[in-house]
């Protein structure tokens, strides 16, 4: 079996043309039953979505996670959000806001239909957890993740319990997220024991934002760069 894959717009300005060489046609064909390979420049990483539609039964603090807490952020710490996004998402090949403008990642922070909250832990910021409520009826689990020095302490369950009770506390119907096989191995299964659902998996393709100067070349060791 075969199968076309439309590939995301390539991260290129508006002001400098493509080579007609080096043009890129916006489908693949793919086998589904076998391997594939990618255009140079690319990446592809398999989707799992993950949902929910009532809330899951109340799972207590762990203990010793006192010291932990949330700050909202808005569109005047966009610097502040964009440098801590970078410094936990180069693990894991978050890009999706760095290949942004920041004048519209400032918008995104500004809607009132998205929460967004920094972990903080003695004085420092390890964590992010972002909430979009922009789809009536739905909650989407956007960002999540936290730095390295609280994993362990139970900071993974102590922010999960914040967003359910977040998310399930407005009209909403679904809670739902997507993790990729470029997070961190545990997600998947960290996400079922808190009560969602698998219910999609996909295959997304993008430009490496390794090799567009988005991202570090030597981040993300366990999904090396082809140059």
Not at 4 to 12: C, D, E, G, P, V
Not at 191 to 214: A, C, N
């Amino acid at each position: 079996m075969i199968a076309a894959w439309r590939f995301a717009s390539m991260l290129i300005p508006d002001t400098c043309p493509i080579p007609e060489d080096d043009a890129m046609t916006s489908t693949l064909t793919i086998s589904l039953t076998g391997t594939t390979d990618l255009p140079s420049g690319k990446i592809a990483a398999i989707v799992t979505s993950l949902e929910m539609t009532a809330p899951p039964p109340v799972r207590p603090d762990p203990p010793g996670v006192e010291a932990f807490t949330l700050q909202r952020i808005g569109a005047p710490e966009v610097s502040r959000y964009l440098a801590f996004y970078r410094r936990i998402g180069e693990r894991w090949m978050w890009f999706s806001r760095l290949v942004k403008p920041v004048a519209e990642v400032e918008a995104i922070l500004a809607d009132a239909d998205v929460e967004t909250f920094l972990v903080r832990h003695e004085g420092t910021d390890v964590g992010l957890l972002e909430l979009d409520f922009r789809v009536a009826g739905e909650a989407e689990l956007a960002f999540f993740g936290l730095d390295e020095s609280v994993l362990g302490k139970g900071a993974g369950r102590w922010l999960m319990n914040r967003a359910l009770a977040l998310a399930w506390g407005k009209p909403i119907s679904r809670f739902w997220v997507h993790t990729c096989t470029l997070d961190h191995q545990g997600a998947p299964e960290f996400y079922q024991r808190s009560g969602f659902v698998v219910f999609k998996r996909g295959i997304e393709v993008d430009d490496d934002p390794r090799l567009t100067g988005k991202m570090r070349a030597d981040c993300v060791p366990h999904h090396p760069v082809i140059r």
